[in-house]
């Protein structure tokens, strides 16, 4: 299991000069993490997270992050949106290839409050083959300007 790990951090850090206090962007992908851990925490000034291809089942730890702006989470197991509704400067939100079903899309209603969210990508999950689908995510969130659930 991999975990996230100030080691960790401040090795993707190195463009930062290794600095955490002030990282605005750091890639943490394909690391086997299962949990999203210590990033609020170390990194508060970050904008940008890649999350993508990891085993993370659960969106939490991110409360701090009040400047994110992109926030990757493509590939990996997550089944409900959740605990970023303090993420206010959030704009895109990839969540590509994940597990949500159709009753998990009740949760993008946590999601009305970001208002400055404006791209949000669904493609591959379970939700997504609900012909339903890009209706009830409009009514939820209409400040969206782009969101892909479907190949087409």
Known sequence: MGRITED???RRAEHNEYMLSNL????LHQQN????????QLCPKLKILYLQNNLISKIQNLHKLKDLQYLNLAVNNITKIQNLQRCESLQK???TINFIPKAGLLSVASLAGNHNLRELFLL???CTDWPGTRQYVVAQMPHLQKLVNSRG
Request: net charge negative; glycine share 10%; proline share 5%.
């Open 8 to 10: 960790l951090i401040r």
């Open 124 to 126: 591959g999950n379970p």
């Open 24 to 27: 605005e962007e750091v890639a």
């Open 33 to 40: 993490i299962e949990r999203i851990e210590l990033v609020g």
């Open 93 to 95: 939100l990839d969540l």
